[in-house]
């Protein structure tokens, strides 16, 4: 071991009760991700407990120079997975200094939404799976592929195993370790359709906490991937042609979608969401007319429709919830590079708020 990884290793509660705050939040295109750290006297364990922050917003596209300063509300803490020991990371959201949401701050509606009485009342379920694309570094192409070129037609990778199936298992093993590790509610994960891509699962998590621990989970792969020189991509199409897209298909549920007769709820909110799909569409990640062209496992995104075990529709219903009268369902339409907390906030508002 180097020395400078016996630094980067150095445990520091052995001589002091000061802890690491990294403070997480979205820079001003809506998928870039930006931290800074903190030292704090001692060990902490609510958000409540931690102190506000700011940062030059100019430097991320999220305020001018001559008023520069945006600052950050801590909402969420987990275990830090890389300094380990009392050392924690915090989800944040950004406000003006008047202590108003900017723009970018997406978290602050879906809190809204998710604090109403009758939405509280429903305990939104989500699962979300994130799909991702791993890239080699100096040429941006997916990793195991041959630069310039492509590897065989899609067919044998997804939750594959092999030298020649499977590009990437030691950054998606340590990402799975390291969120079990900060508490974050990670399902699982698999090799997905293209290879170089992956998946990871997070939830079933409450309302707001979904979005909290999805962002929570990227920022911890971008670590991830910066320690082993790989490039993560959450575009929705990183490759033309027949290959694969990637999504974010976000599952769905509420308290009654879950009890006896739940299944009469969901169709009723999935005509709720048909009603809506323009809207939804529009939000749902940018570049995703490249996805949803009803090839790939898709819809066309100028249509809204719904199956049963179907995944090339809208919304999915999977056959357990049809079998059982209750359950849950499936919006296949977000893209990889969505926001989860404009998703799981629109479905929740769409679903359960509106008439």
């Given at each position: 071991?180097?020395?400078?990884?016996?630094?980067?290793?150095?445990?520091?509660?052995?001589?002091?009760?000061?802890?690491?705050?990294?403070?997480?939040?979205?820079?001003?295109?809506?998928?870039?991700?930006?931290?800074?750290?903190?030292?704090?006297?001692?060990?902490?364990?609510?958000?409540?407990?931690?102190?506000?922050?700011?940062?030059?917003?100019?430097?991320?596209?999220?305020?001018?120079?001559?008023?520069?300063?945006?600052?950050?509300?801590?909402?969420?803490?987990?275990?830090?997975?890389?300094?380990?020991?009392?050392?924690?990371?915090v989800v944040c959201d950004c406000y003006t200094p008047a202590g108003v949401p900017i723009p970018t701050n997406k978290r602050a509606a879906a809190a809204a939404i998710f604090?109403?009485?009758?939405?509280?009342?429903?305990?939104?379920?989500?699962?979300?799976?994130?799909?991702?694309?791993?890239?080699?570094?100096?040429?941006?192409?997916?990793?195991?592929?041959?630069?310039?070129?492509?590897?065989?037609?899609?067919?044998?990778?997804?939750?594959?195993?092999?030298?020649?199936?499977?590009?990437?298992?030691?950054?998606?093993?340590?990402?799975?370790?390291?969120?079990?590790?900060?508490?974050?509610?990670?399902?699982?994960?698999?090799?997905?359709?293209?290879?170089?891509?992956?998946?990871?699962?997070?939830?079933?998590?409450?309302?707001?906490?979904?979005?909290?621990?999805?962002?929570a989970a990227r920022y911890i792969l971008e670590r991830i991937t910066e320690i082993a020189g790989v490039v993560l991509s959450l575009d929705p199409k990183p490759i033309e042609?027949?290959?694969?897209?990637?999504?974010?298909?976000?599952?769905?549920?509420?308290?009654?979608?879950?009890?006896?007769?739940?299944?009469?709820?969901?169709?009723?909110?999935?005509?709720?969401?048909?009603?809506?799909?323009?809207?939804?569409?529009?939000?749902?990640?940018?570049?995703?007319?490249?996805?949803?062209?009803?090839?790939?496992?898709?819809?066309?995104?100028?249509?809204?429709?719904?199956?049963?075990?179907?995944?090339?529709?809208?919304?999915?219903?999977?056959?357990?919830?049809?079998?059982?009268?209750?359950?849950?369902?499936?919006?296949?339409?977000?893209?990889?590079?969505?926001?989860?907390?404009?998703?799981?906030?629109?479905?929740?508002?769409?679903?359960?708020?509106?008439?």
């Amino acid at each position: 071991m180097s020395d400078l990884q016996e630094l980067v290793n150095m445990k520091i509660e052995d001589v002091t009760s000061s802890i690491i705050a990294e403070y997480i939040w979205i820079g001003g295109s809506g998928v870039d991700i930006r931290s800074k750290a903190r030292t704090l006297p001692g060990p902490v364990t609510s958000p409540q407990e931690l102190p506000k922050w700011n940062y030059d917003g100019s430097s991320t596209g999220q305020a001018p120079g001559k008023d520069s300063e945006v600052i950050l509300y801590p909402q969420a803490i987990f275990r830090d997975p890389f300094r380990r020991g009392n050392n924690i990371l915090v989800v944040c959201d950004c406000y003006t200094p008047a202590g108003v949401p900017i723009p970018t701050n997406k978290r602050a509606a879906a809190a809204a939404i998710f604090s109403k009485p009758e939405v509280v009342k429903e305990e939104p379920w989500y699962g979300l799976e994130q799909e991702y694309t791993l890239l080699q570094k100096e040429v941006k192409w997916p990793l195991g592929w041959p630069v310039g070129g492509y590897p065989g037609p899609q067919g044998p990778y997804y939750c594959g195993t092999g030298a020649d199936k499977a590009w990437g298992r030691d950054i998606v093993d340590a990402h799975y370790k390291a969120c079990l590790y900060a508490g974050i509610q990670i399902g699982g994960i698999n090799g997905e359709v293209m290879p170089g891509q992956w998946e990871f699962q997070v939830g079933p998590s409450v309302g707001i906490a979904a979005g909290d621990q999805l962002w929570a989970a990227r920022y911890i792969l971008e670590r991830i991937t910066e320690i082993a020189g790989v490039v993560l991509s959450l575009d929705p199409k990183p490759i033309e042609g027949d290959w694969n897209g990637a999504g974010c298909h976000t599952n769905f549920s509420t308290k009654s979608m879950r009890a006896p007769g739940g299944y009469k709820l969901i169709k009723e909110a999935i005509e709720k969401l048909g009603k809506r799909h323009k809207e939804h569409i529009a939000a749902y990640g940018e570049g995703n007319e490249r996805r949803l062209t009803g090839k790939h496992e898709t819809a066309n995104m100028n249509t809204f429709s719904w199956g049963v075990a179907n995944r090339g529709s809208s919304i999915r219903v999977g056959r357990d919830t049809e079998k059982d009268g209750k359950g849950y369902f499936e919006d296949r339409r977000p893209a990889s590079n969505m926001d989860p907390y404009i998703v799981t906030g629109m479905i929740a508002e769409t679903t359960i708020v509106m008439k």
